[in-house]
């Protein structure tokens, strides 16, 4: 009879799966912050401190995903599983720690670095996932994360090109998985090419995926690359928006084959991530925020731990509704695709850095 009432309570279900995903999250929460003090002067200090909050919310999604199939509950709790929203929310949010003010007065050259580095890995990217066969919308995560910002670039185009969740959750492990050894790599090759410290920071800030491991990277080069790799990588991060409404275009127009004209720019607008103007708006009350209140900034960090719970919240989400038999399909096409679009961005940074810090 209980059995019967429960089976007949879709909403008593969600509920039950929102509260899986906050207990997971709240444990993934606590590890992200526990790890790293943990390992505090230890030979493990770099790597605890930067194994971001995606790594623990995803495996604990995933180990979640494992128990709730087993005992045969994941359907029924999938309606709590809100990945779609909590995503959305989190990127709205992540344009609070995008200063628009010091992108235009102190980023000239790496507004210019991060425009002709996005084009040429983001091309480069796109077309050898093409000569791999790979997903249109496979493709499109694997290059935007690779070129722009990571797993926050992957989300974004994403919801742009209307990808699977198997496909984001992909992407994200590859980036997790390229970005780590970078930031122990590329400081020493830094120091053993030469290479001065703003040099050093742009290239590290142009090449590394995830800002966590720019952070990591930066801080163990020196406190002046550090400031140079945050700006490179904040400026990358900025042109998202410009992206995700390239990508809504192609996709709609060229992938999809939507006809030109009034119906074509209503399709587009429907199908357009408004969560990108979301993102836009809040980076502009930001930056005239932080503007007029100087002393703003701690208002500004409540608002990136906001960000960073509604992240965590979608990557267990993105755990629990992970299915394994995309992944099967996909193969060996993208890790070759994004190791070679990581050579490329690594050469192609390396450039630009040099030519322009």
Known sequence: MATSAWTRRPLAHAAAGVAVVLALSWVARYLSTAVPEATEGTGLAG????????????????????????????ERLSGGFRTEFFIKTGLVLLGASINL?????AAGPAVVQSVVLIGVVFGFSWWLGGRFGLDDRLRALLSAAVAICGVSAAIAAAGAVQAKREQLAYSAALVIAFALPSIFVLPVAATALGLDARTTGAWLGGNIDTTAAVTAAGALAGEESLQIATIVKVTQNALLGVVAVALTAYFALRVERKPVGVS?????????????????????????????????????GVVNDLRTWFLILAFVSIGLEFRLGALKQAGWRPVGVFAASTAVNLLAALGLAVLLF
């Open 264 to 300: 074509a720019g209503r399709q587009l607008w429907e199908r357009f991530p408004k969560f990108v103007l979301g993102f836009l708006v809040t980076s502009v009350v930001a930056t005239a925020y932080l503007a007029a209140v100087p002393s703003g900034k701690a208002a500004i």
């Open 47 to 74: 790597v605890g401190a930067a194994v971001e909050f995606p790594v623990y919310a995803i495996a604990l999604g995933l180990l979640g995903n494992a128990v709730l199939g087993a005992t045969g509950l994941r």
């Open 101 to 105: 003010k010091v992108i235009v007065s």
